[in-house]
């Protein structure tokens, strides 16, 4: 006989919550039926009502709180816009490196099967607000006005707001500017639904090093009304701006950016700095939000490689050359390769402004790439790899244990996806030594890592 979930749809019950999703939902157990609750967390009790029921699981809403965990931070109604896209808003931070740190060594042993790995503790941020050197907010219309915020959790629905409490004070206000300048000028903004008007996005890029703003409006059409007094406005307002961009994106789609960029004012780029590498950044270059903890973690990267200035280092998945720069400074030689073109053009610009020459840069499949490199005789001592949340492509894994390099430098965005692909390359001849969870993005739920493995004797 099929057994029925305990819980009904709808019904209010009493839970006890004793665990976080990695989303960041509280859970409890009912009779061993699991329900997760968006804002509750381990230590507390609540009446929760029951909105979803599966087979295996059930969701329900947080009515009233019994009792408190030591973590919890109450936030005032009025300040939650504020925290967009922070789903660990209502938990301090001690309280968040506490459960990123145990996420990551709990999915270790359950996904990955290593119990014997060793983690390290978290490195948090001292000051942990104010960090992201860019918004990219969406642009809409409310009660006739021109509204730009963040999109209520599950919906299509803008939460217009001027404050994010996670971004840098200078692209909080350039947002706010921005936004100030598009309604005293009627700029229409963009309807989803009717795919209509012009201003679908607004973007901020900040070079925390150099002090450069850079706007950018993304548009349904080439022209922007009213231009020329735009660019006056914005330049007056913004004294830091010395990069006014437009993207176009004509098609109906959840994409972001379109392929054409049009230059109204001052620079194509703007510059920043992590530790003593230079980075030219454009309105499409992917650059790390955090450039004070991702210092860190190429500090990391970069002590696990055990470099001695001899070595030959591959770099898969090497982006806009970030940690292929890093590893350059120490390496004998550095190969990286990337499937995205733009990037690898960003990556050799750079090299070249930097003056690193012995660094070497190729577009294509990291799984087709390094095999081609390898017939030429290039063999890697060190791999190093960071790739998308889904983790490496099982090509690539095959290729890496192929070509056996005595160290691989692995880092993550996805510790699930990161523990399921160590434990392939445990199981192809290598020892997991150490891994070295990086708190990114305070006040999410996301975590970065950095991990080593060496090619165990014999193999």
């Not at 039926?33 to 029951?50: C, M, N, S, T």
């Not at 973690?297 to 970069?302: E, I, Q, S, T, V």
């Not at 499937?339 to 050799?348: H, M, P």
Request: aromatic share 8%.
């Amino acid at each position: 006989m099929k057994q029925q979930p305990p819980v009904k749809k709808n019904e209010y019950i009493d839970v006890a919550f004793d665990d976080l999703t990695h989303e960041g939902f509280g859970v409890g157990k009912v009779e061993g039926y699991p329900i997760f609750v968006q804002g509750a967390l381990p230590e507390e009790q609540a009446l929760i009502k029951v909105i979803k029921v599966n087979k295996s699981f059930g969701y329900g809403k947080l009515v009233e709180l019994k009792s408190e965990s030591r973590y919890r931070v109450n936030i005032p109604e009025s300040e939650l816009v504020k925290y967009g896209g922070c789903q660990l808003q209502h938990m301090s931070y001690e309280g968040q490196l506490n459960f990123k740190q145990n996420y990551v060594e709990q999915v270790l042993k359950r996904v990955g099967k290593l119990s014997e790995v060793e983690v390290l503790p978290i490195i948090g941020m001292e000051h942990p607000t104010e960090y992201r050197n860019k918004a990219q907010v969406p642009v809409g219309e409310k009660d006739g006005k021109l509204v730009a915020g963040f999109f209520k959790p599950r919906t299509h629905e803008i939460i217009d707001t001027d404050y994010s409490i996670i971004q840098l004070q200078e692209v909080n206000e350039a947002v706010k500017v921005v936004k100030e300048v598009c309604r005293e000028l009627n700029i229409p903004p963009y309807n989803e639904e009717s795919h209509t008007g012009v201003l679908r996005h607004i973007m901020v890029r900040y070079g925390i090093q150099t002090g450069e703003l850079m706007v950018v409006f993304i548009t349904r059409t080439n022209d922007i009304p009213h231009k020329k007094t735009l660019i006056h406005l914005l330049t007056k307002r913004l004294p830091k701006l010395t990069s006014l961009i437009q993207n176009v994106n004509t098609n109906k789609t959840n994409v972001i950016l379109g392929e054409k960029v049009i230059a109204l004012w001052g620079n194509e780029v703007i510059y920043d700095y992590i530790g003593e590498v230079k980075f030219a950044i454009s309105a499409k270059s992917f650059y790390q939000v955090n450039p004070v903890q991702t210092k860190i973690l190429y500090d990391k990267a970069l002590q696990f490689a055990e470099l001695t200035g001899e070595e030959t280092v591959i770099d898969a998945y090497c982006g806009i050359g970030t940690i292929s720069l890093f590893l350059a400074k120490r390496a004998k030689k550095v190969y990286g390769v990337e499937i995205v073109a733009d990037a690898i053009n960003d990556a050799r610009r750079n090299a070249k402004l930097n003056g690193i020459s012995n660094v070497q840069f190729a577009v294509g499949e990291a799984e087709k790439v390094i095999p081609m490199w390898a017939e030429k005789g290039i063999q890697a001592d060190v791999l190093v790899v960071d790739p998308p949340r889904k983790g490496c492509d099982e090509k690539l894994l095959e290729t890496i244990t192929t070509m056996e390099p005595k160290r691989i430098v692995y880092v993550s965005c996805n510790p699930a996806t990161l523990a399921r692909d160590l434990q392939t390359l445990v199981g192809a001849g290598y020892k997991a030594t150490k891994v070295q969870p990086v708190d990114m993005f305070p006040f999410t739920n996301h975590v970065e890592c950095v991990s080593q493995l060496i090619l165990k004797e014999g193999n």
